[in-house]
């Protein structure tokens, strides 16, 4: 159980990093200022493989993607109402694929609270 509210914590750290990077001051954009479209995919992607650990059953996944989806049109949508940012339909479709790629290398892969759970058991001698 203390494995998982580390992980939970975690995953509410990685929460408020995406709402303070977003709603933050903007930063300059060079020539390839594209680029940051990588950064929404990766993000999200990192945040819907973290929550998916946790969360393992197909529903609850459909759901967390969800919520992820509505996290990211609703942060695009406060963008609006900071003076050096506004909303960007590219991002929230880089998040979306960020969402769905997070899923599907976690439904293809281990996962890994449960094997760091087993892991630390095992290290105790349990």
Known sequence: MRMRSLWLSIGWLGVVAALVLSLGPATPQGPGHQADKF??????ATLMFWWAQLYV??????????VLMLLSIAIEGLQGLTPTRKPDAWD??????????GGWIA???????????RYALKSRGK
Do not use: D, E
């Open 107 to 117: 439904y293809r892969s281990a996962n890994l609270l449960q094997l760091c759970s």
């Open 92 to 101: 929230v479709l880089a998040n979306i694929i960020g969402i769905l790629l």
């Open 57 to 66: 059953t197909l529903p609850q996944r459909v759901r967390l993607g969800a």
């Open 39 to 44: 950064v929404h995919l990766a993000g999200y």
